[in-house]
Structures are given as structure tokens and as C-alpha cells.
T-cell receptor, first 118, second 112 residues
Framework: GAVVSQHPSRVICKSGTSVKIECRSL??????MFWYRQFPKQSLMLMAT?????????EQGVEKDKFLINHASLTLSTLTVTSAHPEDSSFYIC??????????????FGEGSRLTVL | DAKTTQPTSMDCAEGRAANLPCNHS???????VYWYRQIHSQGPQYIIH???NNETNEMASLIITEDRKSSTLILPHATLRDTAVYYC?????????????FGTGTRLTIIP
């Protein structure tokens, strides 16, 4: 089945630094990818929708200048947390759609990336 | 997207059927019911989805009421590995290209 891979799975960084998380669709092309954030004991919260070749659409309350999303190819989207602070520590999860504009598609989630900011 | 209501937590004995209810009383005619689960510290895993008819796959069965205002996910023979948070989501898209709004889900614990 379709696989979505995230890297790194865990990252620890110092406050003020930037961290990049990659989301790759390994055996399909994804025109649309989604980025979620999950704090401990809470549900997934959608951060943004990433479309290949265009700017990401951010959910209300998510700072686009802090969470930079680049969907440069049909198999890769990246989320960069800029100037990270301890409150950005969270579980970041991406998902990718197999939909190609006709018929039906499926949505697959990555394994998640746990960010800890010291 | 319409909202869903699920019990916060449930227990089920290993080997028994786990029945997880979900209310979606404001669901519209073109919205699908999706079920995902999330095992601790992993990404969500797709289980099953349906529109009107009951559905069954290798993982579970989905029973949707005739008025579509509620549904039940059935895990026929629960194992310890089924311990997870189960999310019931309604979405217009059968294409997988629409964002999914996750509620709080049901934390299912399988008891040995």
C-alpha cells in the first residue's frame, strides 16, 4: 500500500534555531499534502494544506512566517519551524493524498515527527 | 464539515467484539463517515469509510444507521494491538484530497 514517510522521527533543538521536517510520498505522487500538529493528550489540529507548486493554505491562528511549508515536488513537502521555542514542542504529522483529479483517492498519514525544543 | 460525538473512552476484553459508537446528527447527504485510529506516538491509520451502506474490510465493519445520524465501528475480535484512540470523522470528499477535522476520539483499551 501507499506509504508516507517523515524525517526525522525525533528531533531535539535549542530555542531560537530552525528545524526542517520532511514528508515524502514513497510510491505515489501527491498533489496535496496536509500538516497537523498534536500536543500531548490532545487531538490532531490541522496547520496547513500544501499544494504542489503553489503557496500553502494556513488554518486560522497558524503563523505562516513561523511555519514555512514548501511543496516543491509531487513527492516531497517540508515544514520548517523557524526560531523554535519550547511551546513549539509537539508531534508534527503529515498526510498525503493520492487523488489525481479524477476518480477517487485515498489519504495516508506519515509516522509523525516529535519536536522537542529546549 | 459536520461534527461528531464519541465517548471519551471504552474498555473491551481481548477476543471480544469492540463496538465503537459515533453520532453525526448534522451529517449532510454527500458526506462520508471515516474511521481512523492512532496508536500511541504514531500517525493515524485508516480503518474504513462509508456513505450509506454498511461496509466491511479485513480490519473492521462499519454500520451506518438508515438516517445516517450515527454509526458504529466494529472490531470483531479485539486484540491488545487494537488499543488506540479511534477517530470518527465526516467529510465530503471521497477523493482523499480534503482536509480531515479530528475530534477528541475514543480511547479504546483492550483488557487481557
Amino acid at each position: 500500500g501507499a506509504v508516507v514517510s517523515q524525517h526525522p522521527s525525533r528531533v531535539i533543538c535549542k530555542s531560537g534555531t530552525s528545524v526542517k521536517i520532511e514528508c515524502r510520498s514513497l510510491d505515489f505522487q501527491a498533489t496535496t499534502m496536509f500538516w497537523y500538529r498534536q500536543f500531548p493528550k490532545q487531538s490532531l489540529m490541522l496547520m496547513a494544506t500544501s499544494n504542489e507548486g503553489s503557496k500553502a493554505t494556513y488554518e486560522q491562528g497558524v503563523e505562516k512566517d513561523k511555519f514555512l511549508i514548501n511543496h516543491a515536488s509531487l513527492t516531497l513537502s517540508t515544514l520548517t519551524v523557524t526560531s523554535a521555542h519550547p511551546e513549539d514542542s509537539s508531534f508534527y504529522i503529515c498526510s498525503a493524498s493520492t487523488y489525481r483529479g479524477e476518480g477517487t483517492g485515498e489519504l495516508f498519514f506519515g509516522e509523525g515527527s516529535r519536536l522537542t525544543v529546549l | 464539515d459536520a461534527k461528531t460525538t464519541q465517548p471519551t473512552s471504552m474498555d473491551c476484553a481481548e477476543g471480544r467484539a469492540a463496538n465503537l459508537p459515533c453520532n453525526h446528527s448534522t451529517i449532510s447527504g454527500n458526506e462520508y463517515v471515516y474511521w481512523y485510529r492512532q496508536i500511541h506516538s504514531q500517525g493515524p491509520q485508516y480503518i474504513i469509510h462509508g456513505l450509506k451502506n454498511n461496509e466491511t474490510n479485513e480490519m473492521a465493519s462499519l454500520i451506518i444507521t438508515e438516517d445516517r445520524k450515527s454509526s458504529t465501528l466494529i472490531l470483531p475480535h479485539a486484540t491488545l494491538r487494537d488499543t488506540a484512540v479511534y477517530y470518527c470523522i465526516v467529510s465530503e470528499s471521497n477523493f482523499g484530497n480534503e482536509k480531515l477535522t479530528f475530534g477528541t476520539g475514543t480511547r479504546l483499551t483492550i483488557i487481557p
